[in-house]
């Protein structure tokens, strides 16, 4: 089992920045692959960024250069650093992490707007 504890969500105006951290119950060595997934109002859930398992990272199109993955190993934490918001970045945001399954953190609201 793995437990995931997000923070950092919340309101910001378009333009904005925000940072959500996601803490594990486990050391994030052993997880296949780790990263934030997002829900936008009526979509479907979305990959954001990821480490893979290779240790790469993938984001989605629309956020490169303006989201950031990263990680402290010895906090068994992954961060994701967001800049330069937009209205369309409003979504629940949620941690992943693989380790024998999916696990999911409970969700962060993140709504940009003015």
């Known amino acids: 089992q793995v437990q995931l504890v997000e923070s950092g969500g919340g309101l910001v105006q378009p333009g904005g920045s925000l940072r959500l951290s996601c803490a594990a119950s486990?050391?994030?060595?052993?997880?296949?692959?780790m990263g934030w997934y997002r829900q936008p109002p009526g979509k479907e859930r979305e990959l954001v960024a990821m480490?893979?398992?290779?240790?790469?990272?993938d984001y989605l199109g629309s956020v490169k250069g303006r989201f950031t993955v990263s990680r402290d190993n010895a906090k068994n934490t992954v961060y994701l650093q967001m800049n330069s918001l937009k209205p369309e970045d409003t979504a629940v945001y949620y941690c992943?992490?693989?380790?024998?399954?999916?696990?999911w953190g409970q969700g962060t609201q993140v709504t940009v707007s003015s």
């Open positions: 992943y992490v693989f380790y024998g399954r999916a696990y």
């Open positions: 486990k050391t994030i060595f052993s997880f296949g692959a």
């Open positions: 480490f893979t398992r290779g240790g790469s990272t």
